[in-house]
Nanobody, 124 residues
Framework: QVQLVESGGGLVQAGGSLRLSCAAS????????MGWFRQAPGKERVFVAA????????YYADSVKGRFTISRDNAKNTVDLQMNSLKPEDTAVYYC?????????????????WGQGTQVTVSS
């Protein structure tokens, strides 16, 4: 089990950038696939991006491909999400999550541990 704490959310204008960070506790952080999900008001939580335990493989939802970049630092127990060219439809609460499932891991049920979320609001 890992404990996850997100930071870096905020209010930004369309076209702007934000960098989210997720700090994890636990000595086995490096074993987990890490993912970012988001949930807009009244909608389901959906997959945004994931990164393999080594950081060598990344996966993205089509809606963010080319604009968002996920990365991790296993020495620091962190996983980041760089978000560029933000759009109003990116507005949501963003969650960091840890999974023991390999591969794309784009389903919420594949993740065992979740952070509390951080709000991202993109104004038009």
């Amino acid at each position: 089990q890992v404990q996850l704490v997100e930071s870096g959310g905020g209010l930004v204008q369309a076209g702007g950038s934000l960098r989210l960070s997720c700090a994890a506790s636990g000595r086995t952080f490096w074993r987990y696939t890490m993912g970012w999900f988001r949930q807009a008001p009244g909608k389901e939580r959906v997959f945004v991006a994931a990164i393999s335990w080594s950081g060598g493989t990344t996966y993205y939802a089509d809606s963010v491909k080319g604009r968002f970049t996920i990365s991790r630092d296993n020495a620091k127990n962190t996983v980041d999400l760089q978000m560029n060219s933000l759009k109003p439809e990116d507005t949501a609460v963003y969650y960091c999550a840890a999974s023991q499932v390999g591969g794309r891991s784009d389903r919420t049920y594949e993740y065992d541990d979740w952070g509390q979320g951080t709000q991202v609001t993109v104004s038009s």
